[in-house]
């Protein structure tokens, strides 16, 4: 069985990785073959995932699919076009029984060869704005999974299903895993910009930090591109004081060894979210505006309506308000504890991954 990923970006690149090691982990419940896997995308992304997963990367050039006047829009149409012919011939050449996508620009030229080719195709969509090439997709699509059920009305009823977001069981917390009302004396904050940062977060909590650091620990992810500035703003900022030991700044954070350890996330409202969710950890959510992202403010949204998150938008991101609203979440029992319940309650994320990998078996093995 061939097995075809393809998505563009982190937050569409390792919900891929988590769905094809469920794969792997049911082919060898099943005593099957081990399927072949491909990714088709402009990068590679992370090559030891990759490696992880015995997937063969194949370039597939891509352009982004602008909505806003650019000089580059020619060009990226053209690349885009280039892309869709490179895309038909090398899916032609691997013909695989199974398309699994993610969505983004660079996944386009490859489910627009997968239609000419007549090759099944599941997307999945972790939004509650779809995006353009996971809604145009879905008109064809064999499959369509959704983190969010607002969006179901968008697709074909009878292709749609509320899957949650799939997440690597890296990142997963064992079966019955509870959490309670931080009992230390200094509860750890975990600060999430991204993968690449946030600089309009990282500004906000270094805003705070001497202030902040009296009552609680802070944990940093600054993004690899901005931790060298952060470091000498925070040294200078924290020359003397008390608790500056109780800082930890750096690129990048591996999630998993934090969740269980921290108490509160201050995260953007990308997909990381359901895993803070599956961890029971209460979020300050802080969307990128609408003119930059068009879905993160409705995420953001959306999971403080189920009772996850406060949200708290760029625009009121002030010193005050921002301490009175971490405060608010860290020293209120009540409201702490409401918000692990309503996690508790939210609907799970954690079989997202089996669902869709049990799904793409199916349908690859009809075609073997």
Same mark, same amino acid.
């Not at 352009?63 to 060009?75: A, D, F, H, I, M």
């Not at 749609?160 to 904050?189: M, N, W």
């Not at 993160?296 to 949204?301: D, E, F, G, V």
């Not at 009540?334 to 996690?343: F, G």
């Given at each position: 069985?061939?097995? #075809?990923?393809?998505? =563009? +970006?982190?937050?569409?690149? &390792? *919900?891929?990785?988590?769905?094809?090691?469920?794969?792997? !982990?049911? @082919?060898?419940?099943?005593?099957?073959?081990?399927?072949?896997?491909?990714?088709?995308?402009?990068?590679?992304?992370?090559?030891?995932?990759?490696?992880?997963?015995?997937?063969?990367? #194949?370039?597939?050039? =891509? +352009?982004?699919?602008?909505? &806003? *006047?650019?000089?580059?829009?020619?060009?990226?149409?053209? !690349?885009? @076009?280039?892309?869709?012919?490179?895309?038909?011939?090398?899916?032609?050449?691997?013909?695989?029984?199974?398309?699994?996508?993610?969505?983004?620009?660079?996944?386009?030229?490859?489910?627009?060869?997968?239609?000419?080719?007549?090759?099944?195709?599941?997307?999945?969509?972790?939004?509650?704005?779809?995006?353009?090439?996971?809604?145009?997709?879905?008109?064809?699509?064999?499959?369509?999974?959704?983190?969010?059920?607002?969006?179901?009305?968008?697709?074909?009823?009878?292709?749609?299903?509320?899957?949650?977001?799939?997440?690597?069981?890296?990142?997963?917390?064992?079966?019955?895993?509870?959490?309670?009302?931080?009992?230390?004396?200094?509860?750890?904050?975990?600060?999430?910009?991204?993968?690449?940062?946030?600089?309009?977060?990282?500004?906000?909590?270094?805003?705070?930090?001497?202030?902040?650091?009296?009552?609680?620990?802070?944990?940093?992810?600054?993004?690899?591109?901005?931790?060298?500035?952060?470091?000498?703003?925070?040294?200078?900022?924290?020359?003397?004081?008390?608790?500056?030991?109780?800082?930890?700044?750096?690129?990048?954070?591996?999630?998993?060894?934090?969740?269980?350890?921290?108490?509160?996330?201050?995260?953007?409202?990308?997909?990381?979210?359901?895993?803070?969710?599956?961890?029971?950890?209460?979020?300050?959510?802080?969307?990128?505006?609408?003119?930059?992202?068009?879905?993160?403010?409705?995420?953001?949204?959306?999971?403080?309506?189920?009772?996850?998150?406060?949200?708290?938008?760029?625009?009121?991101?002030?010193?005050?308000?921002?301490?009175?609203?971490?405060?608010?979440?860290?020293?209120?029992?009540?409201?702490?504890?409401?918000?692990?319940?309503?996690?508790?309650?939210?609907?799970?994320?954690?079989?997202?991954?089996?669902?869709?990998?049990?799904?793409?078996?199916?349908?690859?093995?009809?075609?073997?």
């Amino acid at each position: 069985m061939k097995i #075809v990923l393809t998505g =563009a +970006g982190g937050g569409h690149f &390792y *919900p891929l990785i988590a769905v094809a090691e469920r794969v792997r !982990k049911e @082919a060898f419940i099943q005593k099957l073959i081990q399927p072949t896997f491909y990714f088709f995308s402009d990068a590679s992304y992370d090559e030891e995932a990759l490696y992880s997963i015995d997937a063969t990367f #194949v370039q597939i050039p =891509a +352009g982004k699919l602008r909505v &806003y *006047p650019s000089l580059e829009t020619l060009t990226d149409i053209i !690349k885009t @076009a280039y892309g869709c012919v490179i895309a038909i011939a090398k899916l032609y050449a691997i013909y695989p029984d199974v398309v699994f996508a993610k969505g983004g620009y660079a996944s386009f030229p490859t489910l627009f060869a997968a239609r000419i080719l007549s090759i099944p195709v599941i997307v999945h969509e972790s939004d509650t704005v779809p995006g353009r090439v996971t809604k145009w997709a879905g008109k064809f699509a064999t499959r369509v999974a959704l983190s969010y059920p607002q969006v179901a009305s968008l697709y074909p009823s009878d292709r749609v299903a509320l899957t949650g977001q799939p997440i690597r069981d890296s990142l997963l917390p064992e079966e019955g895993y509870t959490r309670t009302y931080p009992h230390q004396k200094r509860p750890v904050i975990l600060v999430l910009g991204g993968s690449q940062g946030a600089q309009t977060l990282n500004n906000a909590i270094i805003s705070i930090l001497p202030t902040l650091l009296n009552s609680f620990d802070v944990v940093h992810q600054t993004g690899a591109l901005n931790l060298d500035q952060v470091k000498e703003l925070t040294s200078k900022i924290l020359i003397g004081h008390e608790f500056k030991e109780h800082y930890f700044a750096d690129g990048f954070i591996d999630t998993a060894l934090f969740y269980p350890k921290v108490d509160m996330v201050i995260t953007r409202a990308g997909s990381s979210m359901f895993e803070m969710v599956e961890w029971r950890l209460p979020m300050l959510v802080i969307p990128i505006p609408e003119t930059i992202s068009r879905d993160q403010r409705t995420n953001a949204y959306t999971m403080a309506s189920y009772g996850v998150a406060t949200v708290l938008e760029e625009n009121n991101l002030g010193p005050n308000i921002l301490l009175s609203t971490i405060s608010r979440v860290l020293d209120d029992q009540t409201e702490y504890m409401n918000m692990v319940y309503k996690a508790e309650a939210m609907y799970t994320s954690r079989e997202g991954a089996t669902t869709i990998a049990r799904e793409l078996m199916r349908i690859g093995l009809s075609h073997i």
